[in-house]
């Protein structure tokens, strides 16, 4: 299955091309095309789209949620950039590279407020949730900035990449159950789902920078990963092999949880991206 030939792909395309041709201001709205459109496969808007569908929902209660979800990663993405210095992002220069600091620092900050005014026709509930997400985020950056490497364990490490990470999949997939109708159990799970699925992806991404493996990304300073952790008490191979064995153990997590789901085309989709973006990743290491 080709992501880029999914329906669900083409509404989160359609929906930030519709929103980047009705901006106004032209050196905002360029800005605004160079981060919303260098790449990337929409994951975290079109598991929020998927999880609706499961629930019975449909993209016209959901996409734009989804669209919120994409703006808060994208605004994350710059606000990245910043703080490691990033100099090459999917292969492009970086927004802070390519327009400095300054405007690029602008740019997120209006993809957040942009993201808030997506989201808030749905609701107390789903607004607050969205925003304790955002402030998560937020957190975990500020984990990643304190570490000291000398005195951080596992616990730190989990800590700071589910609210760097993992917390923004949580609630693509637990506001794309609320926005298809579940109740708040249903919902729940659809959060657990998430949230393991954030977790093996970031170990992946540790993984392959750890590897000096990624492709399309350049920064000139890098966050503390689970292999450089490990390393510390064991060699390479038995820090890499470790943390494989952390990603497989959310992957299954996540898939045990997609089990419970309602079978359908959309579950099939979610447990396609879930091996995309993790085991897929690391299997010829």
């Known amino acids: 299955m080709n992501i880029e030939e999914w ?18 201001e032209s050196s905002l709205k360029k800005m605004v095309e160079h981060v919303c459109n260098t790449g990337g496969k929409r994951i975290r808007p079109i598991i929020l789209l998927l999880s609706s569908e499961i629930c019975s929902g449909s993209y016209r209660q959901s996409l734009d949620a989804a669209l919120a979800i994409e703006m808060m990663h994208s605004a994350s993405l710059i606000h990245d950039d910043l703080l490691d210095q990033g100099l090459v992002r999917r292969n492009l220069p970086s927004a802070p590279e390519k327009f400095g600091p300054s405007k690029a620092l602008l740019c997120g900050d209006y993809l957040i407020a942009k993201c808030f005014e997506f989201i808030s026709p749905y609701g107390e509930r789903v607004v607050k949730d969205f925003g304790k997400a955002g402030m ?39 506001i794309g159950a609320y926005t298809g109708g ?82 359908c085309p959309a579950r099939d989709k ?14 010829n290491i």
């Open 7 to 24: 329906e669900e792909y083409r509404h989160v395309e359609f929906g930030i091309n519709t929103f980047i041709t009705q901006m106004k």
């Open 136 to 174: 998560n985020m937020a957190e975990g950056e500020v984990l990643d900035l304190r570490i000291d490497k000398d005195n951080f364990d596992e616990s730190n490490y989990f800590e700071c990449i589910y609210k760097k990470t993992a917390s923004l999949f949580a609630i693509s997939a637990s």
């Open 182 to 263: 579940a109740d708040e159990f249903l919902v729940e799970r659809f959060n657990f789902f998430g949230n393991s699925l954030g977790t093996a992806y970031q170990i992946v991404d540790d993984i392959l920078e750890f590897l000096e493996v990624v492709e399309g990304k350049k920064s000139k300073f890098a966050s503390e990963t689970l292999p450089h952790m490990y390393i510390k008490n064991m060699s390479q191979e038995e820090a890499i092999q470790k943390s494989i064995d952390a990603v497989k153990l959310h992957v299954n997590a996540a898939k045990e949880t997609l089990l419970t789901f309602k079978a």
């Open 270 to 283: 979610l447990f396609h991206i879930t091996d995309y973006i993790t085991v897929d990743m690391i299997e």
